[in-house]
């Protein structure tokens, strides 16, 4: 009777056996990559939302006690940072197209246009903090009768005649170019960048053809500042304290 190795059974039993031990290793290995690293299973939205998390400011609803929100406001927030859909599964757009969270920041065609009405809170809420400063704030002024351009805010005070255009962005909107880039060599603040980019290109000239102080306030949807604006708040408000200093010391000395 000849044994079943003399013919190779459990020679060919042995290699898949060997095979498939080998795959089911490469799938645990995989698997657990993508349980310690979730940038990689992300697609293109959800990984510049992943990404934009880390900028400075973006946790701040979550760490800073001045900010104040109630419940329905925390609750969307927290599911939006954490990529969990915010509207109810199978819930479609007036459009017609699927109420995901990035549809929702994007589209255009949204009744009562829910981005325009936060733009309007966030320019009177900037407003109103630059008055208790001690500024002026004019409300989308119209500087000249030849021009259309309508900057959100014009700021006035002691030895300042500056103006800012707010704009708030969505982390994950899809740009014309997409990189297949590593969780490092991400930028969290790309959508801010690009925004201000357009921005300035759009009123930076005629901004200094009329002696103006511009930059544009732009901010992602999660909270998060561009630091130029930071920059340029501290000069203006910089400059105030200064010309405060100086008349105060003026005074002093009559």
Not at 48 to 66: E, H, I, M
Not at 107 to 129: D, K, V, W
Not at 218 to 231: C, E, K, Q, Y
Request: aromatic content about 6%; charged content about 25%.
């Amino acid at each position: 009777m000849r044994s079943p190795a003399s013919e190779g059974d459990c020679g060919v039993r042995l290699r898949v056996s060997w095979r498939e031990g080998k795959q089911r290793a490469l799938t645990d290995e995989l698997d657990a990559k993508h349980q310690s690293d979730p940038y990689e299973t992300l697609q293109t939205s959800d990984r510049k939302v992943f990404v934009s998390n880390t900028a400075a400011g973006a946790g701040r609803l979550l760490t800073d006690p001045q900010v104040h929100a109630d419940d329905k406001g925390f609750s969307t927030y927290l599911r939006e940072r954490l990529l969990v859909r915010v509207l109810p599964e199978g819930q479609k757009c007036v459009c017609g197209a699927d109420a995901s969270n990035e549809h929702v920041h994007t589209c255009t065609r949204l009744q009562q246009n829910p981005r325009t009405t936060r733009h309007e809170m966030i320019s009177m809420t900037f407003a109103n903090g630059l008055r208790l400063c001690g500024f002026q704030c004019g409300m989308e002024p119209r500087l000249t009768e030849a021009s259309r351009r309508r900057p959100d805010i014009l700021i006035v005070g002691l030895d300042t005649y500056a103006i800012t255009d707010v704009t708030v962005t969505y982390a994950g909107r899809v740009t014309a170019y997409v990189s297949e880039e590593s969780m490092e060599e991400a930028d969290p603040l790309r959508a801010a960048r690009d925004r201000l980019t357009q921005k300035r290109q759009k009123y930076r000239h005629w901004a200094l053809a009329n002696g103006l102080d511009f930059e544009p306030f732009v901010m992602l949807t999660n909270g998060a500042i561009h630091p130029a604006i930071r920059r340029w708040l501290r000069r203006i408000l910089g400059a105030r304290v200064l010309a405060y200093a100086g008349a105060q010391w003026v005074a002093e000395r009559q």
